[in-house]
């Protein structure tokens, strides 16, 4: 019996064989490419692909090494794919796309009423103008589509209670595009008309998000919830209401309202902070953005999330967050929100937009920005 070091040793040769013959092959793809460019043909060609990967198995004499070989092999292409789009791409147009005018806006809008987290964000950005406010999320993307705001700011994810899903699910029902996001830390505190003990509190009401960030203050003091479309507006709720109920909602909020706070800094986390995205109409890039979001489903095909994440890791992309939720179409399929490093004007990210487009159900670009 040979020992370990022989065998390693033994690997170590092969290993640089297969990388020999790795480059030779690549070098041959760039042939392929130029020949593609040159006669407008495009990267991907299913039927080719296929071809390839069935006669590798059939050539794999260990029928246990089949699915390995096939992986091996369809890694191989998809390194090709993406090398052929860079050259294909090399000198092809970029997304047409001008810059945010923060500045210069006039009508930008977001959910709730004054007092809102989302107006705490906008505010970051666009200062002390004034802003639209609307009943859910669904009317700011309306309007923002419409061309009746030429900005809206929506919260997209929390540190504490993690994605907000009915922002996503919009993102897919309206062709809008992330323009820019921001980061601010949320102080939640629980807040009523009157100063009252937490024992006589019969609801609490607020945004869902905001609850689940302060469940093991609720939970510690037994308090019944109910979720509200905005902190905010729950807040104004509270306010209007003979009953004895209190409001979770930023301390700016509950002050501004002439509440009374009953309990500060009740988050589950010290540190609780929520992103949100600024949305336009059109695709806006700012010249130091970095990051890039797109949404695309996948085929229901033995190792495609695999295959996909292979093409960002090929790239030197970092991938920033993966989301997935239902498709509403009965199915149990899924859409996946992508957000990864990268300009949208580099090679790189050009070949692997164009790899995800010709390969994926349904792709599209939502958006690029400064990453915070």
Do not use: W
Not at 45 to 56: N, T
Not at 242 to 255: D, F, L
Not at 294 to 320: A, Q, W
Not at 337 to 356: E, H, N, Q, Y
């Amino acid at each position: 019996m040979k020992d370990l070091q022989t065998l390693r040793d033994g690997i170590d040769d092969i290993d640089k064989d297969i990388l020999a013959l790795f480059l030779k092959r690549m070098e041959l793809c760039k042939g392929v490419a130029d020949y593609k460019k040159a006669n407008n043909l495009p990267v991907f060609q299913g039927g080719r692909e296929q071809q390839v990967i069935d006669r590798i198995m059939a050539l794999t004499a260990n029928k246990d090494l089949e699915k390995g070989t096939a992986a091996l092999f369809a890694n191989i292409m998809d390194i090709s794919k993406i090398l052929q789009n860079r050259t294909i791409l090399a000198e092809s147009p970029d997304y047409t796309f001008t810059v945010p005018d923060f500045a210069g806006a006039k009508k930008i809008g977001c959910q709730g009423t004054s007092g809102a987290n989302s107006e705490a964000a906008a505010r970051t950005v666009f200062g002390d103008r004034d802003f639209t406010f609307y009943p859910s999320f669904e009317d700011v993307f309306k309007a923002v589509q419409s061309g009746e705001l030429d900005y809206g700011v929506l919260p997209v994810q929390n540190s504490t209670a993690g994605s907000v899903d009915s922002t996503y699910d919009l993102m897919a029902k309206y062709p809008v595009y992330i323009v820019k996001e921001v980061i601010i830390e949320i102080n939640h505190c629980l807040a009523a008309k009157n100063d009252i003990p937490l024992s006589d509190i019969e609801m609490v009401y607020s945004h869902p998000q905001a609850l689940a960030q302060c469940e093991s203050f609720l939970r510690k003091n037994r308090l019944r919830t109910a979720g509200y479309g905005n902190t905010a507006t729950a807040a104004e709720n509270v306010m209007n209401s003979k009953e004895n109920i209190a409001a979770i909602c930023s301390v700016e909020c509950a002050e501004r309202m002439g509440m009374k706070i009953l309990a500060r800094d009740i988050a589950d986390v010290s540190l609780n902070r929520t992103q949100f995205i600024i949305i336009s109409k059109d695709m806006q890039v700012a010249p130091d953005s970095d990051s890039v979001s797109v949404m695309l489903t996948i085929p229901h095909k033995e190792g495609s999330l695999y295959r996909m994440l292979t093409k960002f890791y090929v790239n030197d992309m970092n991938l920033i967050r993966i989301e997935s939720r239902p498709i509403r179409d009965g199915s149990f399929n899924v859409m996946f929100f992508l957000d990864f490093t990268g300009k949208i004007t580099d090679p790189s990210v050009k070949a692997v937009m164009r790899d995800l487009e010709e390969n994926c159900g349904t792709f599209r670009c939502i958006g690029t920005y400064k990453s915070e």
